[in-house]
């Protein structure tokens, strides 16, 4: 891992995400995270969708801003040293992969850059049925972004708007970065994990120790879905077909956390 | 489970997406802020009196919001709410995690979505004032996220408080020892915290007071007003 994802997957990383609990405390609240056990199955399977979702997006965003920079710089240049990939990412933002004889290849690449930040953002929402949890997602976008715009400036970051999902902005600065979609990947998929398990810890006082093994034994799982994540989104020629796990449970969790607004709430999700 | 919704049975979660609003989208920052005061300090303390009594005196004079950071509840934000002392949509209460120290100090996030949106939700906000979930004597505001601080503790905590020190009591802009009508009945010696407070803090003030005998907290509502003469507004 470069530090740029050691950084953004770092809990003490200031993006607002420790006041977020990834539906632990809904499901702790009804009895079904109860143990490390629990616990356990729940990371699992936030992993396997939630956290599949977020991985691929957070990869075909790394992909998308490394080749925004690119282009930028190219334009610089007044050559195109990309204009002979056939990534589906540059097929899509440019049909017919006509960007490369542009007049202008950073003009041209601007609009078609705007359309395919668009359509991931309509796409990541489309995956996200419940509100609570596309707020949630937001809002750690936005708070990332303040933290982010900091230490990686980038007008790339304008094409996300003020409240870009998490997963992408991460991915984004991952790509502006240099470093590979897998690090995007692997930072999206390990965050969907690591912040819920550690809510536990804090919810319900587990042992940190035994925690923490969890999370190392759910190496294998994240591996699998880091590996789904890139090869998708390197693979995939148009956003719609990005993975769409759901679990619908996590998104009726996340639903009624936000809806019993008199109980005891510790976590904004 | 205990959501029953009038047809005989309870659904473990009810999931209607008609019941909910659109997402929110964000409006454009105001240019320009108002001046950032926290308030922090041990449980108990007189925190959300202080701010009720500063809403008081002061909401008349200046255009006030306040964030509230609960440690378990959304208590001090009801409130103030309750009471009538600022209008609902001028207090905003944010989640911590169970780390109130974390939200005002290491990753500030959270309270600073919570002020931009008062800011942006009044346009024209001259002070916000951001309570502090009750924590311990090392808790501290980032100045990240304020532009001046008050530490409030509490005589009936014992008049070794002050002595103990920590980075509360020993760096905030202005150190309130509260509840000095206490002071006679848990044996607190007055001139002992005064004292201890003022050598700890060299030149920082100190304001000693009773919110029973002086609702409107007029010294400490004196000190805000001079940081909002002074705190050069940033943008
Ligand atoms: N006698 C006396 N009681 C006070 C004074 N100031 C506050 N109190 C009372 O002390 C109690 C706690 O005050 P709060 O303002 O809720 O304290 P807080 O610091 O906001 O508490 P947390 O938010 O829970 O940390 C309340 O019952 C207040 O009425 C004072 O000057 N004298
Ligand atoms: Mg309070």
């Known amino acids: 891992m470069g530090l740029t994802s050691l950084v953004l997957a770092d809990a003490r990383f200031p993006g607002g995400g420790h006041v977020h609990s990834g539906g632990v405390e809904e499901a702790v609240a009804r009895g079904l995270v109860q143990d490390v056990e629990t616990l356990r199955g729940f990371l699992l399977g936030r992993l396997r969708t939630a956290g599949l979702v977020a991985a691929a997006f957070a990869a075909a965003a790394a992909r998308l801003a490394a080749r925004g920079t690119d282009a930028r710089g190219t334009d610089a240049r007044g050559t195109d040293a990309r204009g002979t990939d056939t990534d589906a990412w540059a097929a899509q933002a440019s049909p017919a992969g006509a960007w490369a004889a542009q007049a202008s290849v950073a003009g041209a690449w601007a609009a078609q850059a705007s359309r395919a930040w668009g359509a991931l953002d309509a796409e990541f929402d489309a995956r996200t049925p419940s509100q609570a949890q596309r707020e949630a997602s937001r809002a750690q976008g936005r708070g990332t972004l303040r933290a982010v715009r900091a230490a990686w400036p980038s007008p790339v970051y304008d094409e996300l708007g003020p409240r870009p999902h998490h997963a992408l902005l991460v991915g984004a600065v991952c790509g502006i970065a240099g470093e590979p979609p897998e690090e995007a990947a692997r930072c999206v998929a390990y965050l969907a994990v690591s912040g819920p398990a550690s809510a536990a810890v804090r919810l319900l006082g587990l042992d940190p120790f035994a925690v923490n093994a969890v999370l190392i034994h759910l190496e294998p799982a994240l591996d699998a879905v880091v590996e789904t994540a890139v090869h998708t989104a390197a693979h995939t020629a148009v956003t719609e077909d990005l993975p769409a796990p759901g679990a619908p449970v996590l998104d009726l969790l996340a639903q009624a956390h936000v809806a019993h607004r008199g109980r005891l709430r510790l976590f904004a999700s | ?235």
């Open chain 2, 1 to 235: 489970m205990s959501d029953d919704h009038g047809h005989g049975h309870g659904h473990l979660i009810s999931f209607d997406p008609t019941e909910t609003d659109h997402d929110h989208h964000e409006a454009t920052p105001a240019s320009g802020r108002a001046v950032r005061i926290g308030i922090g300090g041990p449980v108990g303390s007189g925190k959300t009196a202080l701010v009720a009594a500063l809403a008081r005196s002061l909401g008349e004079r200046v255009r006030l919001a306040v964030v509230t950071n609960d440690i378990y509840t959304t208590e001090d934000a009801d409130f103030l709410r309750r009471n009538a002392v600022l209008p609902p949509e001028r207090v905003e209460a944010v989640q911590t995690g169970c780390c109130p120290h974390t939200a005002i100090r290491d990753d500030i996030t959270a309270n600073l979505d919570a002020i931009e949106t008062l800011e942006e939700r009044f346009g024209d906000l001259e002070l916000v004032l951001v309570e502090s979930g009750g924590d311990n004597l090392t808790a501290v505001f980032s100045r990240g996220l304020v532009d001046a601080q008050i530490f409030v503790v509490d005589v009936a905590g014992g008049d070794k408080v002050p002595r103990k020190g920590g980075p509360g009591v020993t760096t905030a802009d202005l150190l309130v020892i509260n509840k000095t009508d206490l002071a006679p009945l848990v044996g607190a010696n007055m001139d002992v915290m005064t004292g201890d407070a003022t050598r700890i803090r060299g030149a920082l003030p100190v304001i000693t007071q009773s919110l029973v005998e002086d609702p409107a907290a007029t010294e400490v509502g004196a000190w805000v007003l001079e940081q909002l003469a002074c705190v050069p507004a940033r943008s």
